[in-house]
C-alpha cells in the first residue's frame, strides 16, 4: 500500500501543478507582464486605459486594471476589437487562458475568446460568452484551449484574443439589457489576464518516477 501512495504522490505532482506563463496584472500601470513572458496590446483601433481594479481577484493594494474603450460602432465589424496578446508555451501542457472582466451599461454583452498556433492564418474561436451583470466583476473566467487543440501546447507561437461579438444571431451588438439601442461601445475592463501550463517531464524525470514505479513492484514481491 506504501508503495502506491508515494508512486501516486509522484504522479500528482507531475500531471497537475500548473505553472504561470505570463500573467498582467496591470498594478504598474503597464501592459508589461507581472509574471513570465508575453505580450498585450489592443486591437481594433480601440482606446486604452488604467484605473482601478478594486472587486477583482487581485490582492494587491493598490490594485489596477487595464480598460479597453471606443467598440466598434453598431452593426460593424463584429470581432475585430479587443485585446491580443502572444505567450510561447514551450515545455508546457495543459495551456489555459483565464482572466477577470467588468463592463459598464453600454458595452458590448458578447465576446468570443480565439486562439491561433502560428504568427500566420485564421484564428479559431475557443469559446463565446456573455458578460451578466455591468459593474460586477466576473472573476476568473477559464478556457481550458488544449482540449480543444493539443497544438497549443509546447509553441512558441501560441496566440490568443478576447474580442467583442455581435449577439448570437444577429448583426447588432447588445448593450448589457440584451439591447442593440444600449449599446454604445464603451468596451470592458480587465485584470490578471493569465495564460498557465503544466510543465512537460523531462526524460529523467519520467526515467524517476519509473524507476519509483519499479522499486515498488519489488518490493510488493518480496512481500509475498
Not at 506563463?21 to 486604452?48: H, K, M, Q, R, Y
Not at 465576446?111 to 491561433?116: D, G
Not at 500566420?120 to 456573455?130: I, L, Q
Request: glycine share 12%; aromatic share 12%.
Amino acid at each position: 500500500m506504501k508503495h502506491r501512495v508515494i508512486l501516486g504522490l509522484l504522479l500528482t505532482a507531475s500531471a497537475v501543478q500548473a505553472d504561470t506563463l505570463a500573467l498582467w496584472n496591470f498594478n504598474t500601470d503597464s501592459l508589461a507582464p507581472s509574471t513570465g513572458a508575453g505580450t498585450l496590446s489592443p486591437i481594433g483601433g480601440v482606446s486604452s486605459f488604467f484605473g482601478f481594479g478594486n472587486g477583482s481577484s487581485d490582492p494587491a493594494v493598490p490594485n489596477r486594471a487595464w480598460g479597453i474603450g471606443n467598440l466598434p460602432p453598431q452593426g460593424t465589424d463584429s470581432g475585430t476589437a479587443g485585446m491580443e496578446g502572444s505567450v510561447s508555451t514551450i515545455g508546457f501542457s495543459d495551456i489555459q487562458l483565464s482572466f477577470d472582466i467588468k463592463t459598464q451599461f453600454s458595452s458590448s454583452k458578447y465576446y468570443e475568446v480565439r486562439y491561433r498556433t502560428s504568427n500566420v492564418g485564421s484564428w479559431v474561436t475557443a469559446a463565446s460568452f456573455g458578460v451578466a451583470t455591468e459593474d460586477v466583476w466576473e472573476n476568473q473566467k477559464t478556457f481550458d484551449l488544449s482540449t480543444l487543440d493539443s497544438a497549443v501546447n509546447n509553441n512558441a507561437q501560441f496566440q490568443f484574443q478576447v474580442v467583442a461579438v455581435f449577439k448570437p444571431g444577429t448583426d447588432t451588438y447588445a448593450g448589457m439589457n440584451d439591447l442593440a439601442n444600449s449599446y454604445g461601445g464603451f468596451g470592458t475592463v480587465n485584470d490578471r489576464v493569465t495564460v498557465s501550463g503544466t510543465a512537460i517531464p523531462e526524460p529523467e524525470q519520467w526515467a524517476f518516477i519509473l524507476g519509483c514505479a519499479g522499486l515498488g513492484l519489488l518490493w510488493r514481491r518480496s512481500r509475498r
